[in-house]
């Protein structure tokens, strides 16, 4: 790995610590000589590679204009792409979904998208994959765009300060609604994520780490760019994708965990009610990993403190993330 430098794909609130917390630089007070926190960063764009100040896109795309397209964000540890499979089954899933066609096949995919890791050296890190329309004019029709167009993105990154896996996150409850199935389907991973963006801001404005979403039957869907589980007397449960969940890849991991360490797991609506009163909670994404939740609204989860279970969780799941995946180099 050539560089020291992380990208910070987020800028949650860093809770005071304890006297006796260990006390660590924060990641986004680093120098960042690039976007992406990789020295000469390489990204591909339809077939070609280029420089992070010459990775351009026309301003005709309708991924810019309307957020027409598709995108995966994907992590790679020690050498090693954890679950590619899975991330390109949903991609493509996506894809089907809208009417866009992937330009290539799952193979070249995978090969571009091995290249364009050994091209920028690293061993650990994330990448943002994305599908867009292409270039079409300013009309909203998609039969304009003839081509869609391809581009894979390197970085290396942290999404929460080291301190917040150790001690646990603080969320909040926002007013925005989850998108409903009969709108936007979550299950898309669209470009078009303003209902995030539009939560994410109600958590800066709270002073929290995430925010909470629900749907509009007021049932728990997710946070802006995470899973959610609570745990109940060693039962371990998340909200249905019928909620509004994101079939998350990393949720999915988490299923596994759990039933590989012997806790009854389900899928099922939850209230708020269920999140205050619950022994733990926690977060799954591609980027935050998993991550514990210590208070919601106000209320503290369990005692406060990142619960058994979940902690017995996240270190299986490193494990697995160290010695698991497809391989990049060799």
């Given at each position: 790995?050539?560089?020291?430098?992380?990208?910070?794909?987020?800028?949650?609130?860093?809770?005071?610590?304890?006297?006796?917390?260990?006390?660590?630089?924060?990641?986004?007070?680093?120098?960042?000589?690039?976007?992406?926190?990789v020295k000469d960063?390489?990204?591909?764009?339809?077939?070609?590679?280029?420089?992070?100040?010459?990775?351009?896109?026309?301003?005709?795309?309708?991924?810019?204009?309307?957020?027409?397209?598709?995108?995966?964000?994907?992590?790679?540890?020690?050498?090693?792409?954890?679950?590619?499979?899975?991330?390109?089954?949903?991609?493509?899933?996506?894809?089907?979904?809208?009417?866009?066609?992937?330009?290539?096949?799952?193979?070249?995919?995978?090969?571009?998208?091995?290249?364009?890791?050994?091209?920028?050296?690293?061993?650990?890190?994330?990448?943002?994959?994305?599908?867009?329309?292409?270039?079409?004019?300013?009309?909203?029709?998609?039969?304009?765009?003839?081509?869609?167009?391809?581009?894979?993105?390197?970085?290396?990154?942290?999404?929460?300060?080291?301190?917040?896996?150790?001690?646990?996150?603080?969320?909040?409850?926002?007013?925005?609604?989850?998108?409903?199935?009969?709108?936007?389907?979550?299950a898309v991973k669209?470009?078009?994520?303003?209902?995030n963006v539009m939560?994410?801001?109600?958590?800066?404005?709270?002073?929290?780490?995430?925010?909470?979403?629900?749907?509009?039957?007021?049932?728990?869907?997710?946070?802006?760019?995470?899973?959610?589980?609570?745990?109940?007397?060693?039962?371990?449960?998340?909200?249905?994708?019928?909620?509004?969940?994101?079939?998350?890849?990393?949720?999915?991991?988490?299923?596994?965990?759990?039933?590989?360490?012997?806790?009854?797991?389900?899928?099922?609506?939850?209230?708020?009610?269920?999140?205050?009163?619950?022994?733990?909670?926690?977060?799954?994404?591609?980027?935050?990993?998993?991550?514990?939740?210590?208070?919601?609204?106000?209320?503290?989860?369990?005692?406060?403190?990142?619960?058994?279970?979940?902690?017995?969780?996240?270190?299986?799941?490193?494990?697995?993330?160290?010695?698991?995946?497809?391989?990049?180099?060799?």
């Open positions: 790995m050539k560089t020291t430098d992380a990208a910070v794909l987020d800028e949650p609130k860093i809770h005071e610590p304890t006297p006796d917390a260990v006390v660590e630089p924060a990641i986004e007070g680093r120098p960042r000589p690039t976007a992406v926190g960063a390489k990204i591909y764009i339809d077939g070609k590679f280029y420089s992070e100040a010459d990775a351009k896109i026309s301003v005709f795309d309708h991924g810019l204009l309307y957020g027409d397209g598709i995108f995966e964000g994907i992590r790679f540890y020690n050498g090693r792409v954890f679950r590619l499979g899975e991330h390109l089954d949903r991609l493509w899933d996506s894809a089907r979904s809208i009417c866009l066609e992937v330009p290539m096949t799952k193979q070249a995919m995978t090969e571009a998208l091995l290249e364009a890791i050994r091209k920028n050296n690293l061993r650990d890190g994330y990448v943002r994959l994305i599908v867009t329309r292409g270039i079409g004019n300013l009309g909203l029709n998609p039969t304009q765009c003839k081509w869609p167009s391809v581009i894979i993105i390197v970085a290396a990154i942290t999404l929460y300060h080291d301190n917040l896996y150790r001690k646990g996150l603080t969320i909040v409850t926002c007013a925005t609604r989850r998108c409903s199935p009969g709108a936007l389907n979550p669209s470009l078009n994520y303003l209902n939560a994410r801001l109600e958590a800066n404005l709270a002073d929290a780490d995430e925010a909470l979403m629900l749907n509009d039957q007021g049932y728990v869907a997710e946070c802006t760019a995470d899973n959610i589980f609570v745990i109940k007397r060693g039962q371990i449960v998340t909200p249905p994708v019928t909620a509004g969940a994101l079939r998350g890849i990393t949720r999915s991991v988490a299923f596994e965990i759990a039933e590989e360490l012997g806790f009854k797991t389900l899928k099922a609506d939850i209230t708020r009610h269920e999140i205050y009163a619950a022994d733990e909670c926690f977060l799954t994404g591609t980027a935050a990993e998993i991550i514990p939740v210590v208070k919601a609204d106000g209320r503290m989860i369990g005692n406060g403190k990142p619960g058994p279970i979940t902690t017995r969780i996240i270190a299986r799941f490193r494990q697995m993330t160290r010695d698991t995946g497809t391989p990049i180099y060799g």
